[in-house]
């Protein structure tokens, strides 16, 4: 949809016809995103469509960064979380609560819509990739201190018991 920023993320793939781009999920776009690649020859767009899980860990796991590119005030996209359960650092819109879980430790933001701004973090993610393992192994560290199913936990039973004091 729209809102995702799609349109945004092929913009820039435009400019960087040698960089590889796989797109995950379904929706009412995908005849308008599939024509714009074919009309201006975008061989590197890979449309996946749905995928499982475990399909969905794969292609995190084959990738170099995982681009978010939302133009719509997302609370704490699921997308981030696993990019960095994966140890994927994170390219993301500056927009909504992204910016709090994208640190410049674990990926880099970009202004909502600018498709210039993303080119120039696509280049340089292709072009260090040493630096992207270092930002994804930052990642993960956060996967597991901040997002893990135990701190989690954690953090919930703390909350059902000040409630329950008061």
């Known amino acids: 949809s729209y809102e995702k920023g799609l349109m ?4 820039a793939f435009v400019q960087v016809p040698h ?7 379904d929706g009412p ?8 690649c074919e009309q201006n020859g975008m061989s590197n767009v890979q449309f996946e469509g749905h995928v499982d899980r475990d399909g969905v860990s794969r ?3 084959g990738a170099l ?6 133009e719509w005030y997302e609370n704490q996209p699921m997308s981030i979380i696993e990019a960095f359960a994966h140890a994927r650092p994170v390219i993301a819109s500056r927009i909504g609560g992204i910016p709090e879980m994208v640190s410049d430790g674990c990926g880099f933001l970009f202004p909502p ?3 210039e701004a993303l080119v120039a973090l696509v280049r340089q993610t292709l072009a260090q990739p040493a630096q992207m393992a270092d930002l994804g192994r930052q990642a993960r560290q956060v996967a597991l201190t901040t ?4 701190i989690h936990m954690a953090h919930l039973t703390r ?3 000040s409630i329950m004091a008061s």
């Open 19 to 25: 960089a590889r781009l796989v797109i995950v999920g």
């Open 59 to 61: 292609l995190i796991q």
């Open 113 to 115: 819509g600018d498709a």
């Open 147 to 150: 997002y893990h199913s135990d």
């Open 8 to 11: 945004t993320l092929l913009k």
């Open 29 to 36: 776009l995908k005849a308008e995103l599939t024509g714009f």
């Open 159 to 161: 909350l059902y018991a």
């Open 65 to 70: 960064s995982v681009i978010l590119p939302s």
